[in-house]
């Protein structure tokens, strides 16, 4: 009997990638990449106000230049057994949409105004908006954040949604609902994106909007009056259910399966967010912290649903039933920026070559190697009480208890505090936001048996990687694959297209397995749990006094 094939589609923060995956060994037919290229020029972003935004035809373009790029890849017997495509997406990223059910910048009328784009997780315009919808909540008969941690951030949907119809009123008038962007591509393939019709993810619904059984799904349309007028008719334009993502979608539309030259047959699973997909694609088991670590972090745990129970776990990004598999209790945690961090130094410190027309040719050279030369010498530095403590914060603090508006310093500075001192110390600080969490966690009375890590500093750095099992004093494993993420996509596609009965049953047979393990240092565990606790103090001084 002929083997399936599965298509497991990654949009990350700059790029897009498809992965086409043999459902009965997990082995890797093909791969292809395609970065977004509005986005890649700087477009509709503006990182001093904290804006991030892609648009839709950034997307669009990604995902048909990379699938049809990977089958060039495949034989026609695999194009032939391809059976399902599932789609992971960074989020909460949601856009505003007419009654079709079409993004505003995809209408001439819109098409350059960024409040018809996509929103990115770490555009933080919304602050004061996610303030608001806090203090509502902590004064309305049912507090709706209780099951996302007691906070509502500014990185997700009801946040972003508010603040772009009060800053627009072209874009408000024009608006029926707003969609997160793992819904709407899924939705695109079918050829259904009609916002009242199309399966919204559960792992988006419950994480960022709000969305929960004791609820009856959203909550109701008085709170959302009473938040602001302009939100009188929202839920007019919204879905009371939400699906886990091991369900269908629908199947491949007319369209885009002519686009494809692939059969219209094939099964589009319901889309999820990438770190809850990468998880799977990991093979995150029971109280197992699965650490995807690029740009920022998304944490993720999962817990038999019945054994978690009515307990509400404070401070955290939520805790949804059937987010990440079903049946499990799926918390996610993070930090909003971890690479972030190390590229924002690796710039001020390349500022001169920017500058400077005769060091232009050795720019990217140096640019290239800049964050391996400062981990060489990092790694060979001690760690004791005099060393240089920085806190996480440039990008604010996703958790425990989100605050977006907290910003990062770097203190215990002097003369001799060398470039590769201070990344030393950005490093400790990205380390020591991870352990933040995992106490969280451990003091809400969830216990971490397990950290698994994947993803783009998992895989690349064994300096920051050991430094940060010495701060947690815990075994780390790093995922084999370097595409976790579109992995645990094509898993969900194998499920949703009924190859396997169960996430359980594709892990076993499409698991990458893990290929570095790193243990704690016990000297070094030592000296970080005193410099931990000057992390604490540091962190307690900028929060109460600025």
């Given at each position: ?16 990638r498809c992965l086409i995956v043999n459902t009965s060994d997990g082995n890797t037919e093909a791969i292809s990449e395609h970065y977004y ?207 886990v993502s091991t369900e269908s979608m629908g199947t491949l539309s007319k369209e885009w399966a002519a686009k494809l030259n692939l059969n ?203 430094t940060l099992a010495n701060v947690l004093n815990l075994p780390i494993k790093v995922v084999r694959s370097e595409n976790a993420c579109a ?60």
């Open positions: 009997m002929a083997s399936k094939y599965t298509l497991g589609i990654d949009y990350g923060t700059d790029s897009v290229s509005r986005w890649k020029e700087g477009k509709y972003c503006k990182p001093e106000i904290s804006q991030f935004r892609q648009h839709p035809l950034d997307y669009l373009e990604g995902i048909e230049t990379t699938i049809i790029e990977a089958l060039k890849n495949v034989t026609q017997e695999i194009r032939n057994n391809i059976v399902g495509i599932s789609v992971d997406t960074t989020g909460s990223t949601p856009v505003l949409v007419d009654k079709s059910g079409t993004p505003l910048a995809l209408l001439p009328a819109f098409e350059e105004n960024p409040n018809g784009m996509f929103i990115l997780w770490k555009d933080h315009r919304a602050n004061k908006e996610a303030q608001e919808i806090n203090e509502l909540s902590k004064n309305w008969h049912t507090d709706y954040t209780k099951y996302v941690g007691g906070i509502y951030s500014s990185e997700w949907f009801w946040a972003k949604y508010l603040h772009v119809i009060r800053e627009d009123e072209a874009i408000r008038k024009e608006a029926y609902s707003c969609v997160e962007l793992c819904d709407w591509i899924s939705a695109h393939l079918t050829g259904n994106v009609d916002p009242k019709t199309l399966k919204r993810s559960r792992c988006a619904a419950g994480h960022k909007a709000l969305w929960h059984k004791e609820f009856g799904g959203l909550p109701p349309q008085d709170f959302w009056t009473a938040l602001d007028p302009l939100f009188a008719n929202v839920t007019e334009g919204l879905f009371s259910e939400s699906y219209e047959n094939i099964i589009i699973g319901v889309g999820g967010f990438d770190a809850h997909m990468g998880a799977v694609g990991g093979c995150v088991e029971s109280y197992t912290l699965c650490k995807i670590i690029g740009t920022s972090t998304c944490d993720i745990l999962i817990a038999p649903s019945q054994e978690i129970g009515n307990k509400l776990i404070k401070g955290i990004c939520g805790q949804v039933d059937g987010s990440v598999t079903p049946n499990m209790m799926g918390m996610e945690a993070g930090q909003s920026a971890f690479g972030d961090l190390y590229a924002w130094f690796r710039n001020v410190l390349l500022f001169p070559f920017e500058e400077i027309k005769e060091c232009t040719d050795q720019y990217q050279t140096i640019k290239s190697q800049l964050i391996v030369k400062l981990s060489e010498k990092a790694s060979l530095l001690p760690t004791d009480e005099n060393s240089v403590v920085t806190l996480d914060w440039m990008n604010g603090r996703r958790t425990p208890d989100a605050n977006h508006a907290l910003k990062g310093a770097i203190a215990n500075l002097n003369l001799g505090s060398s470039a590769p001192i201070i990344f030393k110390s950005i490093v400790d600080a990205t380390a020591f936001g991870s352990k933040q969490i995992i106490k969280r966690f451990e003091s809400e009375g969830i216990p971490i048996k397990k950290v698994i890590a994947m993803g783009g500093v998992a895989k690349k750095s064994v300096f920051v990687m050991q992995l645990g996509a094509a898993m969900f596609a194998a499920v949703a297209a009924g190859v396997y009965n169960s996430i359980e049953e594709a892990q076993q047979k499409m698991s990458s397995g893990f290929d570095a393990e790193y243990h704690p240092q016990p000297k070094e565990v030592i000296a970080y749990e005193h410099l931990f606790e000057k992390y604490v103090k540091l962190g307690n001084l900028i929060e109460k006094q600025f």
